[in-house]
């Protein structure tokens, strides 16, 4: 499951008294290409990994290239819980073909290091009591489902020697150390919907910069499957385009999960198709749980339950009366 057994986590988030952002099954960012805004927990240490084939045909300048992709991202929720680094590692090797060379091409494609932030939970010391006199309230749109929990990512990308699979000219290299920040925004639609939205300035300072978005949205079918649908863009000097993906996850156990995907762009230079599968894992042994604190609210959300509580002994009383 993109954020695996989305129900019983939302479940948990329900309570006044929470333990911040740790939950009793893994939320993997998998098998999407987005970032969720929570971290994995204070001590938490979670590997994401992936197997993808790749094929890529350019119908102008008549070559293909086929192969696979590793993946290897490791996130560990640091300091506090609201904190977690993360490192992003991709390897390509593949075999690229046109009608005046054959080679094979291999090398580190992505390898990212950065950190993410939790700057905003809607859902921390929020409690949503049902109304026991009233089945329409307990089932109306809540607008507290429009705030997103947003959180911020900052890293840097390094280059180690010649990435063959950057679509720039031979004669331009990508530097050695390069910038990379991103807002993250994640809503909860429900007890079964989750949309995620990544902006990301990448590689900031160089030629290859370009400004990136990425929408996952995902649904929990039940505790232990989930699919997705995602669409990620791509504008840059040297590469633009756009891909939506598909896919669905397994959740083996509390600390494991399975995923498959299905990923297509939408031009033809290059025409690009991806098969992936993946699995994710967390070692929580070492979790350091961290309570947090009741908070009454707001003097608004003081006034509104008051006057909830003044209008339920009224209907009592009217009730008792009769």
């Known amino acids: ?86 490192l992003e590692v991709q390897y390509q090797n593949d075999k690229f073909s046109s ?59 390094f280059s180690l020697g010649k990435n063959p699979f950057n679509y720039a000219p031979s004669n331009i290299e990508e530097p050695s150390f390069s910038p990379k920040v991103s807002v993250i925004a994640q809503n909860h639609f429900g007890s079964r919907w989750v949309l995620v939205t990544n902006i990301t300035y990448d590689k900031i300072t160089s030629d290859f910069k370009s400004l990136n978005y990425v929408l996952t949205l995902t649904r929990g079918f039940n505790a232990e499957w989930s699919g997705f649908i995602e669409n990620q ?28 995907s299905l990923g297509k762009n939408f031009k033809g230079t290059p025409e690009i198709l991806t098969v992936g599968v993946g699995f994710s894992w967390r070692f929580s042994a070492t979790y350091e749980e961290v309570k947090l604190e009741k908070d009454n609210g707001s003097k608004m959300d003081k006034k509104m339950k008051k006057k909830g509580e003044k209008e339920a002994k009224k209907r009592k009383d009217a009730v008792d009366l009769e």
Do not use: C
């Open 1 to 86: 499951m993109k954020y695996s057994k989305l129900i019983a986590f939302l479940f948990l988030l329900s309570y006044q008294v929470q333990f911040a952002q740790f939950t009793d099954e893994i939320n993997s960012n998998r098998p999407g290409r987005s970032m969720m805004a929570f971290s994995v927990g204070k001590k938490i240490i979670q590997a994401e990994t992936g197997f993808t084939y790749v094929s890529e045909n350019h119908n102008n300048l008549n070559y293909s290239a086929k192969g696979f992709i590793g993946e290897l991202g490791v996130r560990y929720g640091v300091w506090k819980e609201e904190l977690e680094a993360i």
């Open 99 to 157: 009608s005046y060379l054959n080679e094979n091409r291999s090398g580190i494609k992505q390898l990212t290091l950065g950190a993410k932030y939790l700057v905003y939970d809607p859902f921390k010391n929020y409690e949503e009591k049902p109304n026991l006199y009233s089945w329409k309230a307990n089932h109306s749109f809540k607008w507290r489902q429009l705030y997103p929990a947003v959180a911020v990512y900052a890293g840097a990308n």
């Open 233 to 260: 863009g791509y504008s840059g000097d040297y590469y633009s385009d756009g891909i939506v993906r598909a896919g669905a996850a397994y959740l083996i156990g509390k600390d494991m999960q399975v995923d498959a």
